[in-house]
């Protein structure tokens, strides 16, 4: 099971404030109203892109979608090459002055770290919730937001991505800051003045999961934007086939800057067939040949964990049944979903660090069996869970901020939440602004902790938002809901700015 180790990395407390748990032992919840209508999916999906504007970093976030976010790290503009030498070096640095520009991008989660790992994880996941689900952006009226963030991860990719003149990787610079320096720290990013060394990525000294996983964000975000801006899905294109090409060539699991953070183990084999998958549906590369049998995609390179940042396995099986249709890639993900407890009405499936994108990683896997039947018991199972998730649960809290009437207000969010002391998390302030959209990691079979420093309940990340983007995209696929209500929300909030335009696209009268 790989997870990310907060727990060594992130601030430490004691526990300074009442503590909320449920009473169940097992993995079982009973909702907080059973018969309660249907949620407003659309208001749910479109209120999920504002995480991504609560986690941007670096120019252009001033006056952007959000207000109470501003152009932070700035200096990551003229961020010092470090260690990096031989002639990856003069084409980093062609002029020699011992500085290179990679600002931009987002945040990781709480923190302010950038990790490129997890930056092409949302990417992929946010096409692959669009793929899985035509149209369904258009009709929440949210189709220029989403192409918004995917851009904006996009720019951050290619950017720290450099090319030989043959356009071959010379170079990546696939961690921006120091983890064990960034937790220590506790303020709003805006105000932040700390050295934020650079990671870097070479044919000597490679990562391929990173390396596949950036161009599987990068094959993804092309294939959304394939029609709307031709040029641009060109250009990621490009990317994507070099850095695809210099994962598998140059094979390694680098873990500088990841350390604790990320682990990717040595197995980089599900990204690769991510990324393999992405440029096929692009027609820019061969179809993959991988076909997953009782959870085995071939010399044991799986370990029946579920689809996260590190394991993309099931991600590619849902990817590959849409395209092809193939009831191979459905049996496996249905095998790999009974293993992980399946998912049915009445019983809300999720344990872990952060369980609340397991569960929706899970409710990927239903909605893709349910194959666009929102009577089959699948499609039922996953809006059951996606409703425990907005609120029907014995709290009556949505996991999903600003959702709802009420929502945990003790997060784990260094932006939203900077406090007003050096105590930082550990004197459990209440969050200064609300982050619309921020899926945090919720309830599991132990309960629930609205506390700062329980981060394993209150924070979120870039892989928790993905997640959620496909379960989320699935369920209102199916069951809908209006197109009208994250504007006319927007406007009354006093942390979004209702007036910046993401595009032109208008919402789609169903």
Known sequence: MKLKNTVTRKLTAAAASTVMALTS????????????????????????????????????????????????????????VGSLGGSAKSIVDPDGDGKVDVSGGFHDAGDHIKFNLTIGFALSSLALSDY??????????????????????????????????SDKVAAIAHVVANGGTDHGIWSAPEVQ??????????????????????????????????????????????????????????????????????????????????????????????????????????????????YSWDKVWQGYSALMYKATGDKAYADELQYELKNQGDLKVGTYNAGGWGASRYNCAKQMDALALANG????????????QMDHILGDNNL????????????????????????????????????????????????????????????????????YNGCFAIACAGVANLYGGDATSMPALAKQASEINADF?????EPVTT
């Open 501 to 505: 335009k993401f595009g032109s696209a």
């Open 373 to 384: 039947d929102a009577n089959a018991d699948y499609a039922k199972a996953a809006k059951y």
């Open 132 to 165: 899985l689900n035509p149209g369904v952006y258009e009709k929440a009226g949210c189709k220029d937001h989403l192409i918004y963030e995917l851009k904006w991860g996009a720019d951050y990719l290619m950017k720290t991505t450099f090319l030989d003149s």
């Open 25 to 80: 032992a097992a993995a079982t919840f009973t909702p907080m109203n059973a018969s309660a209508a249907d949620h407003d999916y659309y208001k749910a999906l479109a209120m999920s892109l504002y995480m991504y504007d609560a986690n941007a970093c670096g120019k252009g976030i001033t006056d952007g979608p959000l207000t109470w976010r501003g152009d932070c790290h700035t200096y990551d503009g003229e961020a010092p």
């Open 193 to 306: 003045t700390y050295d934020r060394p650079i990671y870097w990525l070479t044919e000597s000294d490679n990562n391929s999961s990173v390396s596949c996983e950036m161009a599987a964000g990068l094959a993804g975000t092309a294939y959304v934007l394939k029609d709307s801006d031709p040029a641009y899905s060109a250009e990621c294109l490009k990317y994507a086939k070099a850095l695809l090409e210099f994962g598998q060539k140059h094979v390694g699991n680098n873990s500088g800057g990841i350390g604790g953070f990320y682990d990717t183990a040595a197995q980089y084999q599900d990204e690769e067939a991510m990324a393999q998958a992405w440029l096929w549906v692009n027609d820019a590369g061969s179809k993959p040949s991988r076909v997953g049998k009782n959870g085995d995609y071939g010399n044991s390179q799986y370990d029946g964990w579920v």
């Open 396 to 463: 009556g809290y949505s996991f999903l901020l600003g959702f709802g009437d009420k929502w945990p207000v003790h997060i784990h969010h260094r932006a939203a939440n900077p406090g007003n002391d050096s105590s930082g998390a550990s004197s459990n302030p209440s969050a200064k602004y609300t982050a619309y959209g921020l899926l945090v990691g919720g309830d599991d079979s132990s309960g629930y902790q609205d506390q700062t420093d329980k981060y394993q309940y209150t924070e979120g990340a870039l892989d």
